[in-house]
């Protein structure tokens, strides 16, 4: 029998749900228990108060967004829902339509607006920077901001945007900034509340997910460590051996070739088949590698799907390509493309047609595709479920020189 509650918890608990009343009926709409981060964000979001919510990846910092929408809603404000690309963009909109209804969300992007004045606007996040030094009257009863992937901020090349946004927004404005990556959490939050006034800053560390780290050696998946910070010995040895053999080969007049044990594309994929490690999403750095790596499957006659998969793929992709003429499928390699999908492997790339992409997208989401080749957009916090992610490098061309990826990316 569990404790008795005491009339002086009972009327804690009571002042709590008056208090707090929005996020209460929030909770109560979910069919699982909220965790402890998520409850303390809303609560700050309801008492009026920005937010910065680091939390690792599938730990469900969405949902403090998707409040911020519905508290919009109750008091008759607008709430934006800023991304950093389209393809998340797309996915938030679907997500918050099935959510609030397609009348009261639209989306705004590049090369998409659909209900533009709705309460609730999905939009990337240069959308938002433009609307502000046009004075648009969109902004009019804008109550919220979400800005998802907010540690973008740091970023090289666009983080000018985000750090435009979160300083010329009007002072009424409550940001919502959610992040998984930011390793200064606190310094960070000191600077929004700087720039932004009250900000509460709600960190979480448990990852619901477990993370599994492996090192493809030859034909031998590795744990890359052995206990918790120590690296697995064997790894270190065939590293040794490696560093020997090259250097052997350097001496024999520069006839250094690469291992000739080195799995290829297919193989590799193969083997995470094998050890039911599908689907799979493999990071390459170029739309041009992308591309190739699916062509080198689709030549070793490689295949992941059943007959009523195929079925399945094939009526999706001819619904997302049904209004592009003949002539023109047949320019943009629609045959190939197919004939991949139905194998169950897709590139996903910025040089995509956007219908091919959002093909790619759904399907993936479903679990038809089980390996897709993609540069980093696929990255950026699209609910893609992988079960395993391939990094063939760990440097990458930064637009100067070739240099390691950051933690972030």
Known sequence: MGAMTTPAEKFAAAKVRNQYKETTAFVQSFDFEFDPFQVAACHAVEEGSGVLVAAPTGAGKTVVGEFAAHLALKLGKKCFYTTPIKALSNQKYSEFVAMFGEDRVGLLTGDTSINGEADVLVMTTEVLRNMLYAGSNTLTNLGYVVMDEVHYLADKFRGAVWEEVLIHLMESVQVISLSATVS??????????????????????????????????????????????????????????????????????????????????????????????????????????????????????????????????????????????????????????????????????????????????????????????????????????????????????????????????
């Open 184 to 409: 200064n959490a606190e310094e960070f939050g000191e600077w929004l509340a700087e720039v932004r006034g009250n900000t509460q800053v709600i960190v979480s560390e448990i990852r619901p997910i477990p993370l599994y780290q492996h090192v493809l050696i030859g034909n031998r998946l590795l744990d890359l460590f052995e206990k918790p910070g120590q690296i697995n010995p064997e790894i270190l040895q065939r590293e040794r051996e490696a560093v020997r053999k090259a250097s052997l080969s350097r001496n024999r007049r520069g006839r250094f070739t690469e291992a000739q044990d080195r799995l290829s594309r297919a193989d590799i994929i193969e083997k995470l088949a094998n050890q039911n490690l599908l689907p799979a999403i493999t990071f390459i750095f170029s739309r041009i590698g992308c591309d190739a790596a699916v062509k080198q499957c689709l030549h070793a006659g490689l295949r992941l799907t059943s007959t009523q998969e195929r079925e399945e793929i094939r009526a999706t992709a001819l619904k997302y390509t049904q209004n592009i003429a003949e002539e023109d499928l047949e320019v943009l390699g629609f045959d190939d493309w197919l004939t991949a999908l139905e194998r169950g492997i897709a590139a996903h790339h910025a040089g995509l047609l956007p219908s091919f992409k959002s093909a790619v997208e759904e399907l993936f989401q479903k679990g038809l595709i089980k390996a897709v080749f993609a540069t980093e957009t696929l990255a950026l916090g699209i609910n893609m479920p992988a079960r395993t992610v391939v990094l063939e490098k760990l440097i990458k061309y930064n637009g100067e020189s070739h240099v390691p990826i950051t933690p972030g990316e």
